[in-house]
């Protein structure tokens, strides 16, 4: 279980999220089996996914964050609903890379930078929202913070950060985001930007004993901030025997027939939690025959 409180500013012209995300990326470490940098770089953008989703309004509204820079690491994508619940995928869990030139975990690295960052939003339109950014360190932090510049207009700073122990499980994990509205005058810029460049990194406030709410409020410290609200998001997937079903019923006939004739038992794997669905031959084929009916409806 995560801990994320929200502040605002006194005349609402700017706002802080931070998320203490320790239990959720020691759970995204469990199910996907991933290396130190790989923990790193996909816990960084679920902290990041979780934050979004829950600035998002409706009640079934949720966010598609997908990074694909061309390292070691493949595509990771994570998905968070508008409670910052979030479940995640990498493309390869496993990659062993050398520390950077600062002895950290070459996130960068891994994730690579010759590609982009899009995000995705299904606000329960006809179509989703989708906005696409290149980017521009593979830290992912700045990469998000670049994205709400360049496709929302919205000024943001976004701090992320995950500390793996030597047996790979996650020491401390968690992020923050401050964000400007428009109508934020040249003092509130300046006072956020002073308390920016005096804040420690996010794994170090949080091993400082620091609380999501504290820092939230250091954030904005100077603008007489109050806590606006908190939630408790986890690691959640909404994966079922039906929607697997939904998946399938999608294959043309002719794949679902040499399915059921190959192998007696299809097993149909979740990427997000890593849960086997299994479907004998004949509910294979049975799929088929109900998907011939709809499609002559």
Do not use: W
Not at 48 to 76: C, E, F, R
Not at 98 to 103: A, D, R, T, V
Not at 189 to 195: D, F, G
Request: charged letters at 25%; proline letters at 3%.
């Amino acid at each position: 279980m995560g801990i994320l409180k929200r502040a605002i500013s006194k005349d609402a012209s700017a706002v802080s999220m931070v998320l203490d995300a320790t239990d959720i990326v020691n759970k995204i470490e469990s199910i996907h089996k991933t290396s130190a940098v790989v923990t790193a770089a996909l816990g960084r953008l679920s902290i990041a996914a979780s934050m979004m989703g829950y600035g998002l309004k409706g009640k079934n509204d949720s966010v598609t964050v997908k990074i694909d820079g061309g390292g070691p690491a493949g595509m990771l994508i994570a998905v968070a609903d508008e409670m910052g619940n979030v479940k995640c995928y990498v493309q390869n869990p496993v990659v062993e890379i050398p520390l950077n030139s600062i002895g950290k975990l070459d996130v960068s690295g891994a994730v690579g930078t010759n590609g982009t960052l899009t995000v995705s939003k299904d606000l329960g339109l006809k179509e989703p929202y989708c906005g696409m950014v290149p980017i521009i360190s593979g830290e992912i932090g700045e990469d998000i913070a670049n994205y709400f510049v360049s496709s929302e207009q919205v000024p943001t700073v976004c701090g992320l950060g995950v500390l793996v122990n030597p047996d790979l499980s996650v020491k401390c994990a968690g992020g923050f985001l401050v964000q400007l509205l428009p109508f934020a005058d040249e003092n509130c810029i300046s006072v956020i930007e002073k308390n920016i460049s005096e804040i420690k990194s996010v794994t170090e406030l949080f091993m400082s004993g620091k609380s999501a709410e504290e820092i939230a409020l250091d954030l904005l410290e100077g603008l007489e901030p109050n806590i606006l609200d908190s939630n408790e998001p986890v690691y959640k997937c909404d994966c079922s025997l039906e929607r697997t079903q939904r998946i399938l019923s999608g294959l043309n006939s002719k794949e679902l027939e040499s399915m059921a004739r190959e192998q007696e038992i299809t097993e149909v794997c979740c990427n997000f939690c890593n849960k086997i669905y299994s479907f004998s031959s004949k509910e294979i084929l049975d799929i088929k025959n109900l998907k011939k009916c709809v499609d002559k409806i």
